[in-house]
């Protein structure tokens, strides 16, 4: 097939008949147990009423993936996300096997004006990718991976996971800006932004997308690029799920040379302090091919710098050099690895994922910053102390300045770092502690934090329902809203309300 004709095909089931290296749905088939006589469930307004065995049977024989009701097989496997905080249980779970499948459940829901979340990989800290009485969208079977490596392009099916595009970009020393852990789903992550280990290099994710296929409420296909649909294309960047939902991505490769130069290094209690202060310093200036990730503990007292080096190996002593100037780390240890295998360093998915004991309830703040001054290196240094807390800064948006706040949805565009704060504690036990410990020490540090923006996937529900994270794009991201979902069926997510609603 020439490059010309696949550019054209906005039909992703057309897409993946086409090209062997998609993965094949053809075999996933809808459940055949036998149906309630009726379904409870809930409408987006809280409102409950019950589904007929009738119409949940017309569904299920429309569609070639499959619904799982209450009592079906792998319900209580699908209905799980890793943020253990969330114990819901909806009415039925679709696990769609193409774009069509999408689209009848999108109808399905916004007739009845049912509940709708949509989940990919299951990492929403919000928890809104699942509901209580509604309908989650499981997009696990739509997954797939396309690369063009002369054109330095890959096409992706909005259920796949992070780390099946590095699998497959790796072998082409081609790269984009992606997660932190392979197992987040590509469509949460993008569409909230996209923070990185190569974003200061390459930019958020959304500074490398193309073009993205989105179901809308209406249950059509649109595609939406910088030429086709430009209002919704800049929405989608930043605005979350908002306006539909992603089935496929088109992203534009960077090269990148293999292996990455990754590890830690850690500093004792002599010298905590003064790297945590030569990291406020460093990272600021540091290449764009060095990214650093630091973690600021208490007890023990200790600041480590876990980093990940992607260009010219013969740079990595030059340009590690200022870190380990500090004094003698008492852990150095930096080595190859391939960037894929960098990329999984980080993930916590087991096989029983409806197992409680697999991941502890997590609570955590966070905040998008504009350097980290002095006074808050001695505030945060004083507050961890008292609160055997940790805290965490990644690097920021890309280069501060490269991008303007209005260019896409995403706005906080002068953010230099991210700051993470939190806890955890197992299922069962009291969380309240812990979480008054977080909320402590959030409040002895803020006054010092210069930025008040934060990033949607890291936060908790009780941040993202905050609209006016939107800064000065909100108004025209509402009328984005009003012209894709007027009724706000894609509510749960960093919800921006309508202001025509149906």
Request: glycine share 10%.
């Amino acid at each position: 097939m020439q490059r010309r004709t696949f550019l054209h095909s906005t039909s992703i089931t057309a897409l993946a008949a086409a090209f062997p290296g998609w993965r094949s749905l053809a075999a996933v088939q809808s459940p055949t147990a036998a149906l309630p006589a009726s379904q409870d469930a809930v409408r987006g307004t809280g409102e409950h009423f019950s589904l007929a065995a009738g119409e949940i049977k017309d569904f299920v024989s429309t569609l070639r993936g499959r619904v799982l009701l209450p009592d079906s097989d792998g319900y209580e496997r699908a209905r799980f996300i890793l943020n253990r905080s969330f114990n819901k249980r909806p009415a039925m779970i679709v696990q769609p096997s193409g774009v069509v499948d999408v689209q009848r459940a999108v109808n399905f829901a916004r007739e009845r004006r049912m509940l709708v979340a949509v989940k990919c990989g299951g990492h929403s800290f919000s928890g809104d990718s699942t509901c209580d009485g509604g309908m989650m969208i499981d997009l696990a079977e739509l997954s797939g991976v396309r690369v063009d490596p002369v054109a330095r392009r890959a096409w992706v099916f909005g259920g796949t996971l992070m780390g099946l595009v590095d699998r497959e970009t790796a072998p082409y020393e081609l790269a984009v800006p992606l997660g932190t852990v392979s197992d987040t789903g590509i469509g949460g992550l993008v569409a909230g932004g996209g923070l990185g280990r190569i974003g200061k290099r390459f930019g958020m994710s959304i500074d490398s997308l193309v073009s993205v296929d989105v179901v809308t409420a209406d249950g059509k296909v649109v595609h939406a690029s910088a030429k086709d649909n430009p209002d919704l294309f800049w929405g989608v960047r930043g605005g979350g799920g908002n306006f539909g939902i992603i089935v496929n991505f088109e992203f534009q490769l960077h090269p990148m040379k293999q292996p990455a130069a990754v590890g830690r290094i850690t500093f004792g209690p002599d010298k905590a302090l003064e790297a945590l202060q030569l990291f406020a310093e460093y990272s600021m200036t540091c290449p764009p091919h060095l990214d650093i990730m630091l973690t600021f503990t208490p007890r023990p007292l200790a600041t480590t710098f876990t980093v990940c080096h992607t260009g010219d190996p013969n740079t990595v002593e030059k340009d590690l050099a200022p870190i380990r100037r500090v004094g003698t780390p008492t852990a150095d240890q930096i080595t190859p690895m391939a960037y894929a295998d960098v990329q999984r360093s980080g993930d916590r998915r087991t096989d029983n994922l409806a197992d409680p004991r697999t991941f502890p309830i997590r609570f955590q703040k966070t905040r998008l910053i504009a350097g980290v001054s002095p006074d808050l290196v001695k505030a945060i240094a004083d507050s961890t102390s008292k609160r055997n807390l940790a805290v965490s800064f990644w690097q920021g948006v890309g280069q501060p300045g490269a991008v303007k706040s209005s260019d896409t949805a995403f706005t906080h565009r002068y953010a230099t770092h991210t700051m993470v704060c939190g806890t955890n504690w197992r299922p069962g036990e009291d969380g309240g502690a812990p979480r008054d410990n977080v909320l402590g020490l959030w409040r002895d540090v803020e006054p010092y934090v210069k930025g008040k923006g934060f990033y949607f996937n890291y936060a908790g529900t009780d941040a993202i329902l905050d609209s006016s994270n939107y800064g000065e794009n909100l108004p025209r991201l509402v009328q984005i809203k009003n012209k894709y979902d007027p009724g706000n069926l894609f509510r749960l997510n960093a919800n921006i309300p309508p202001s025509a609603k149906t």
